[in-house]
């Protein structure tokens, strides 16, 4: 029996491991669809992050910026969008652990929020660095 065998025979059953490879499959998608309503109904963050990326998205037709540009805008949109998401996660984690503060819990929550600032510090530069030039040519400078 090798290690993997082990492994399998002593861990123990989950919920996800019921019903055919497909039911499963989109059990994880509903699942992970409702995470996503979770934060649009209840993370502020993700509001300002849609209406972010609302505003990049219309700048970008309108400037017709390149591929490059957009393989940019779209990976940063997707990074901030689920480093928001995995910081709402921690908070929820350490929330369910213990409602008292804890320098430790302030750590975690304060190092997973700033995570995404960094993220979307990094946006903007690249956002400037992008489209700073364009609107510029477009008044004249």
């Known amino acids: 029996m090798g290690l993997l065998d082990r ?3 002593k861990s123990p059953k989950r919920n996800k491991d019921e019903g055919t490879a497909i039911e499963r499959y989109e059990k994880s998608f509903m699942h992970a669809i409702d995470g996503i309503i979770y934060c649009i109904k209840y993370e502020h963050n993700i509001l300002i992050i849609m209406a ?9 037709f309108i400037y017709e910026i390149s591929i490059y540009e957009w393989l940019f ?32 819990a302030k750590i975690a929550k ?32």
């Open 73 to 104: 805008v779209l990976t940063m949109i997707g990074t901030i969008s689920a480093s928001e998401m995995i910081n709402s996660s921690i908070e929820a984690t350490i929330d369910l652990y213990t409602t008292e503060v804890h320098p430790l």
């Open 7 to 9: 492994f399998r025979n």
């Open 110 to 141: 304060d190092t997973a929020s700033s995570a995404t600032l960094v993220l979307c510090i990094t946006a903007l530069i690249g956002g400037i660095i992008i489209f700073l030039p364009k609107i510029l040519m477009v008044f004249g400078g």
């Open 52 to 60: 972010a990326t609302v505003l990049v998205v219309l700048l970008g």
